[in-house]
Every structure is written in C-alpha cells, then in structure tokens.
C-alpha cells in the first residue's frame, strides 16, 4: 500500500513541476498565420476563432477515441 502511495506522490510532483516549466510558445505554421493575419476585420476574426476550433477538435478526436477504446476494453475484462 505504501509503494502505491509513494508512487502517486512521485507522479504528482513530476506533473507540477513540468506544469511550472511551461514556456509559452507560437506553434503556427506560416500558411495560418499568413490567413489569419489577413483576415483580420472589424466584424471579428471569424477565420482565426474557425482555425483554434479547428485545432481543438483535432487535439481532442485521439483522446476520446482512447477513451472509448478504454472503456469498452474495461467493461469486457469486468465481465470475464
């Protein structure tokens, strides 16, 4: 029970302490930045909210899929 214990706490403080050396970074390639940069009017960056939307649902579509994948493999083992 202590070796489960000592392990949580390890992890917990390798997560804050790569949390705390996050540097803020521009990851955009030229092409977007370039379209963004263009587009920009009064009416609102319609093409930038469009494009961070865009990346969001790309960087979630693998995890809910790991997800469900997890789930399913979860509730079969139970079953056995």
């Known amino acids: ?3 489960k214990h000592i392990f949580w706490l390890g ?3 390798l997560m804050v302490l790569l949390a ?3 540097e803020p970074v521009q990851a ?3 092409m ?7 587009s ?7 093409i930038a909210n469009g494009l961070n ?3 969001l649902y790309l960087m979630a579509i693998p995890y809910v899929i790991a997800g469900c994948v997890g789930f399913f493999w979860y ?3 139970r079953k056995k």
């Open 1 to 3: 029970m202590k070796k």
């Open 11 to 13: 992890a917990l403080c």
């Open 20 to 22: 705390l050396q996050a």
């Open 28 to 30: 955009q390639c030229a």
């Open 32 to 38: 977007c930045t370039a379209s963004v940069q263009s």
């Open 40 to 46: 920009s009017n009064e009416s609102g960056d319609s």
């Open 53 to 55: 939307k865009g990346i």
């Open 75 to 77: 509730k079969y083992s």
